[in-house]
């Protein structure tokens, strides 16, 4: 059964904006995928550029549509052979001479063994035995019509070979077609040579389209757009030629003369070449390609073939997006399809889309000095989903079950709300019960009284406890080299967007420390690219803490560690690091004493020891006995729920 259409209405390709069918981009994944790229040391703009080339779940990147480029490149090469014309043209010939010798055969005439003998004598290369019987007297008329489709193949290939489907509109050429290509030909030498005087050639070329329009099926506006297919077709022409032997071009020029059995079109096809190559040297006219195939190719087709390779070749260099300014808008889709076809189109339109998206929805912007950053819209989105992946993982680990709110048993604020989908905080039951008496006192239903959610209000409640949290991470060289740079990194992101979404009035710093320890926000550590440098300065990280700790004295202190190596490194009074390995005794010393500072601001410390160095294992295990803490030895990939695990168990205890 087929659905009327109604009366009125058309149906038609979507051309208004992006296709509302079309499946829309994750900019979930994509931006996962970038904030990985960038945590694990890329700039933004090289994760950007990783992300287009690398594709997603359901779009081809950039190499894959390169990848298909070069081997449909090949397949080109490999596949065809230049010599198609010059083999039309020998089967032609020797098709006219057996006609030809068959018809002298029975004739015991002198006259023809005349003919035999000049048939006989005829040159070996196929272009002078051609120019040798322009004006032999066929005796065959199947001779005599193999010979004309010998002049007709060539005229056809030599404008095929410069203009876009003239090939297939000669079929059937008359004396009267060959008379309007000249003329054409003639106009148009004309056009251009007035054009490269510098003349107005507006009205010029008006007439010359009005008059021979149908030769230009890609319907050119202007001169110069004419001037421009014209040249690339030729240019690709030349390429062809130059990818012959010089036998076969010598071939090729002396049959050109041939062509039609018009000299003259040989002539005005070298004029309006050479106006070209004046006119565009830009183009490649001394290119040449490598065909080693075994399917013969004409001119026309050969010329269509070297389009082929340079659309090709430019559309590489469009995807590789390696020059100043590239934008995936440069890709010329109408090319991609034709070579790659739709489907190839598709994914490109969604790489473009999804860069187009990355930047309008704030996810990526501007620093002051002209970078691409993460903004704080995207930081936020990737603490979402490290704190997720992190509960998720310390869930699987000891089978508790994530709080879907913080603060629910905390101090009553004094103030209720209408209850919310998610909401754990307790019922106002006086003000919950009032709204039901009031909804239903007109109802008339004899004092009995029914709840509805609508009536639920919950009396909302605040924590008076608070925390001052310090998260100190090890950004010395082993963290890179030991594959924990980017774990680091999405525990300190994870541990960030708990505190900020969950415990707002928690006060979270964040210290790195190597050879010298600093304060950093989150968008620079997520930035920070590994460096090589000797020294790992938790003495100097340790000070950094202290000082938050009592910047909050009427916060509980909470002290995370996470570091690789035992110190290395400390600060001097004068503010200069000082490094040895093995750690010197005045390292450890200034170490532990700043550990035991930190203890009498009543800090919890928890070390989270990545690694298995036996003096590392000694050196923590000192430090937690000293503190009252505790040291921990999650592995890389459950660093993150380790860290959060044992934030939130120090906040419960609060």
Known sequence: MTAAIPEGWSYGPWHEGPDPLAAPVDLRDALDELGRDVMAGSSPRSALEELLRRGTRNTQGLDDLTRRLWERRREIQRRHNLDGTLRDVQRLLNEALDAERRELFPDPSDDARFREAQLDALPAGTAAAVRELANYDWQSSEAREKYEQIKE????????????????????????????????????????????QGRDTDELFSEFMAKHGEFFPENPRTVDELIDVLAARAAAAQRMLNSMTPEQRAELAELSQQAFGNPQLSQQLANLDAQLQALRPGEDWSGSERMSGDDPLGLAEGARAMSDLAELDALAEQLSQSYPGARLEDIDLDALTRQLGDEATVDAKRLSELERQLRDQGLLERAPDGTLQL????????????????????????????????????????????????????????????????????????????????DVEIAETEHRARAAVALLVDTSWSMVQEGRWLPMKRTALALHQLISTRYRNDALQLITFGRYAGVVELPQLIGLEGTWEQGTNAHHALLLAGRHLRRHPDAQPVVLMVTDGEPTAHLEPDGTAEFDYPPRPATLRKTVAEVDRLAKLGASLTVFRLGDDPRLNAFVDLLARRSGGRVLAPDADGLGAAVVGDYLRTRRRL
């Not at 008359?174 to 490269?196: F, K």
């Not at 905390?410 to 006086?430: H, I, K, M, Y």
């Open 153 to 196: 193949t060539l005229g056809r290939e030599l404008l095929g070979s410069r203009f876009e489907g003239m090939k297939e509109a000669l079929q059937n050429t008359t004396p009267e077609d060959i008379e309007r290509i000249n003329e054409m030909l003639s106009d148009l030498n004309a056009l251009l040579a007035a054009h490269a």
């Open 375 to 454: 903004s704080p819209k995207a930081l936020r989105q990737l603490g979402q989903t490290a704190l997720a992946d992190v509960l998720r993982t310390a869930r699987g680990q000891s089978g508790e079950r994530d709080a879907a709110s913080a603060g629910a048993a905390g101090e009553l604020s004094g103030s209720t709300r209408a209850w919310q989908f998610g909401d754990t905080q307790p019922w106002d039951v006086p003000r919950t019960v009032r709204n039901a008496v009031l909804r239903t006192a007109g109802a008339g239903r004899g004092g009995s009284v029914k709840l509805d959610v609508s």
